[in-house]
Structures are given as structure tokens and as C-alpha cells.
């Protein structure tokens, strides 16, 4: 058993609680290897940010527990390095299972999330409750979903989605105990989130999607008053990253995401997580891409895993800075 507090990092209870009142979002980036984890935490230190270092299930697989482990305090060391101690959460992305949730809790993640979203409803409050019930013995909080996203990233698939029902969240947070809660009002997983036919063109000829349901947000705030809401599936979808994949031999084709002034809006809310993936994975093979094509002869891995945590870093920051309001609040 390892507790978190051992490796520097905290919950996210005072988190949320801060960012409800200072109107912003936190930041829940996805990482499985070391770039993307010296990208967060640049990218958040340069702009003194709090930051959830987000790990699903897949990416615990690839990049080993232990590993990971160290590697997040690796984290909370390196951003004192760089002249900042930062808030840093690891938190579990969608964990399907109590025996999953409970591993993460022993191995030092000091947030987890159990996705009963996929059971019935009473299934999924007993299930919930119950990794509530561990995790709370060891002071890591939980987070639970109510709805369904559509889309497909990593092992979390689903073809169609289902909006969240406001009035199933007072009985849910109640009986479970959770400390947030993922709702489902039109976001979705993966880089192609909507189709073209789905979306309106805007004066400037871009394709827009349908706005999110910031009726049911708003309807699920006013019987949860002061409860932290998380949206999943929250990547924009750059299109200049999508562009110089495809112009290097990428075969993206309509990936359009999440507008960022949504996002904006929804930071302003009872909303204080966003996760964001998808546009990380973008930048990240559109970097590496572009060096590719370029320079055939190249061989040297940080020659294009090097520009491409470069890239992550100032895409990171602008999420930050512009999208979820996030910058100056690790003080």
C-alpha cells in the first residue's frame, strides 16, 4: 500500500472547491509516456496551473503501474525543479471495476473515477458506492457518471450517447458518496466526435457542431447545488494539427470537435474538470509526422519525440490560458 501523499500529490477536493469559486476548470490531460508527462507539467508550471495527470486503463497497461507511480512523483519533483509546486492529482480515466479502482488507490493515485455508466442504474450506484466506500478510507476522492458518451478512445467504446437525467443525480450523489460527477450533455470521445452532416457551416465556412446541453447542466446545478461536474470527451480537434497529419500521410478524416468557446462557458459553471485527450494525441503525431516527412534520414528518437512535446506544451498552455481560465490559480 502506498499513499499518495507520499509522492507529493494531493485529491481533489480543494481543488474543485477553488475552482468553483474562481469560475474555472481544471485540467485532466491523459499521458503514458514521459513527453507527455514533461509537457503537462511544463506547460502547467509555466503558467501556474493546478493539473490532473489523467491515466486510463489502457495507458496503466502500457506504461506499468509501478512505473507510473514513480513517474507521477517524478512529476511533483520535477515541477519544484522548474520553480513551481504546483497541485498535481493522478487520477484513474474510466475505471470499469472495483478491483481496478482499489489497485489504483493501493499503488498512490489520489483520485480515481468508477464508470458504472454501462450497468443499470442501481448497478451502478451499488458499484459506485462501493469504491466510494474504500477509497474514502485512504482520503482519495471519486468520481462517478451518470450518461453515456458516444465515441471510441482508448477502451472506452459506445455508438451512440445518452444525455445524463437531472433527476437521477440527487438520489445518485447521495446514496454513493461521490465527490464530482461526469455528465453527459454532448460531448463525446475521440477525435471524430460528430459528423459533417451533424454540423451547420459558420460565416467563416467552418464547420460547427451542435451546441452542447447546457439546459441539462444547468437543471442538474440547480438539484446538486455546489457539487463539482466533470465533462469527458472535451478536445477541440485543432484543425491545422489535423491538417499536417493528413498533409504528411495522415488519413484523418472529419474529426471535428468540441468548439473551445463551449468549453469557456462551460468553466464558468459548476463544471471543474475537463478532460482533454484526443488533442494531445494530435499534436503529438503531427509533430512527429512532420519530422518524419521532412527529414527521412532522421533515426534519433528525440529528434521527433523531442519537437513533439513541444508541441503538446504550448497546445496545453493555450487550454490553460484561453480555454478553461485555469493559469495563476496554483498560488
Known sequence: MVSYKELGLVNTREMFRKAMEGKYAIAAFNFNNMEQMQA???????????????????????????LLRYMAQGAVEYAKELGCAIPITL?????????????????????????GSHHSYDENV???????????????????ELGVLAGVEDEVSAEHHTYTRPEEVEDFVSKTGVDSLAISIGTSHGANKFRPEQCTRNEEGI???????????????????????????????????????????????DAIGIPEDQL????????????????????????????MATKPAEFDPRKYL???RDSLKELYKHKLINVLGSAGKAL
Open 91 to 115: 487520477h484513474l480515466d474510466h475505471g470499469d471495476t472495483f478491483e481496478l479502482c482499489k489497485s489504483c488507490v493501493d499503488m498512490g493515485f489520489s483520485s480515481v473515477m468508477i464508470d
Open 306 to 308: 523531442g519537437p513533439a
Open 40 to 66: 503537462i507539467i511544463q506547460a502547467s508550471v509555466e503558467c501556474q496551473s493546478p493539473v490532473i495527470l489523467q491515466v486510463s486503463s489502457g495507458a496503466r497497461k502500457y506504461a506499468n503501474q509501478t
Open 207 to 253: 464547420l460547427v457542431p451542435p451546441p452542447l446541453r447546457f439546459d441539462i447542466l444547468e437543471e442538474i446545478e440547480k438539484r446538486i447545488p455546489g457539487f463539482p461536474i466533470v465533462l469527458h470527451g472535451s478536445s477541440s480537434v485543432p484543425q491545422d494539427k489535423v491538417a499536417i497529419i493528413n498533409k504528411y500521410g495522415g488519413a484523418l478524416k
Open 126 to 144: 451499488e458499484l459506485t458506492r462501493r469504491v466510494v466506500e474504500y477509497a474514502h478510507k485512504y482520503d482519495v476522492t471519486v468520481e462517478g
Open 264 to 291: 469557456r462557458r462551460a468553466a464558468a459553471s459548476s463544471v471543474c474538470k475537463i478532460n482533454i485527450d484526443s488533442d494531445g494525441r494530435l499534436a503529438m503525431t503531427a509533430a512527429i509526422r512532420e519530422v
